[in-house]
């Protein structure tokens, strides 16, 4: 039976690269039982999205600001 530890380090990994068929139902079967760990899953999903939405908004702002200083040193 897997422990919390070992259920936390396959949800952080689950991020990074798909999990095997094994790694898969063990996780499942853990999650079904425990509260504390499908907490956490979802607060790394939650952070997760935050993230990439921080970093699209961010990408987004230097392009614009990429933009506007072209067209400044066009005009001078």
Do not use: I, V, W
């Not at 499908?38 to 990408?59: C, E, H, V």
Request: hydrophobic share 30%; glycine share 10%.
């Amino acid at each position: 039976m897997m422990n919390c530890k070992q259920a936390t380090r396959l949800l952080s990994e689950q991020l990074e690269r798909p999990l095997h068929g094994g790694e898969k139902l063990q996780l499942k079967l853990h999650l079904l039982m425990c509260r504390g760990c499908r907490n956490f899953g979802d607060q790394m999903r939650t952070l997760r999205q935050l993230s990439k939405g921080y970093a699209k908004t961010a990408s987004e702002a230097d392009g614009k600001d990429g933009a506007a200083r072209g067209s400044s040193d066009l005009d001078s």
